[in-house]
T-cell receptor, first 115, second 111 residues
Framework: GNSVTQMEGPVTLSEEAFLTINCTYT??????LFWYVQYPGEGLQLLLK?????DKGSNKGFEATYRKETTSFHLEKGSVQVSDSAVYFC??????????????FGKGTHLIIQP | SQTIHQWPATLVQPVGSPLSLECTVE??????LYWYRQAAGRGLQLLFY??????ISSEVPQNLSASRPQDRQFILSSKKLLLSDSGFYLC??????????FGQGTRLTVV
């Protein structure tokens, strides 16, 4: 079956540090890939996405590139802020068009940014 | 535009009491609907998903059930809550190849 693996953390960084959160996946085919962010007490919000190999998703200074050869979708940001503290989820979607569901989430990475 | 509503936002219930959480989606038709649970400090656990009215797939055997009485309504229920049912419950929807969209969640505390 499909799966997503990401570091669980917590990951603790100082403000303005460079961020990388690794995400690798296993899927039979070519999924769409997503990063979601969850702030305390809230639902998940889509942060960025990529739907095919070599696509780069970007939003709010975050970036991730769909790497088919390494089956990875690592999240990066050049300079983090305290407000980036949250839980980040990597996810994939294999759309089959039938009744089965192909949405799979990683376990989430708790990011803590210290001033 | 599409919106998802989930209520209540917080709920405190005694052990053994029933539960009903409701989720509705506006602005789309025939979405896939999901119920997830998060225990404190943990990841997402998929509880149920539905690809159509009356079609429910259960991912984890437990004390909970789900129903989809209308196209855009998804209900999570329990006849008798356990302490272990405490958590943060999230409803989500998606359509075709789009990403999933989440509600704001319900914080359930069973006491």
């Amino acid at each position: 079956g499909n799966s997503v693996t990401q570091m669980e953390g917590p990951v603790t960084l100082s403000e303005e540090a460079f961020l990388t959160i690794n995400c690798t996946y296993t899927a039979t085919g070519y999924p769409s890939l997503f990063w979601y962010v969850q702030y305390p007490g809230e639902g998940l919000q889509l942060l960025l996405k990529a739907t095919k190999a070599d696509d780069k998703g970007s939003n709010k200074g975050f970036e991730a590139t769909y790497r088919k050869e390494t089956t990875s979708f690592h999240l990066e940001k050049g300079s983090v802020q305290v407000s980036d503290s949250a839980v980040y989820f990597c996810a994939l979607l294999m759309y089959s068009g039938g009744g089965a569901d192909g949405l799979t989430f990683g376990k989430g990475t708790h990011l803590i940014i210290q001033p | 535009s599409q919106t998802i509503h989930q209520w209540p936002a917080t709920l405190v219930q005694p052990v053994g009491s029933p539960l009903s959480l409701e989720c509705t989606v506006e602005g789309t038709s025939n979405p896939n609907l999901y119920w997830y649970r998060q225990a404190a400090g943990r990841g997402l656990q998929l509880l149920f998903y539905s690809v159509g009215i009356g079609q429910i797939s259960s991912e984890v055997p437990q004390n909970l059930s789900a129903s989809r009485p209308q196209d855009r309504q998804f209900i999570l229920s329990s006849k008798k809550l356990l302490l272990s049912d405490s958590g943060f419950y999230l409803c989500a929807w998606r359509l075709g190849t789009t990403e999933a969209f989440f509600g704001q969640g319900t914080r359930l505390t069973v006491v």
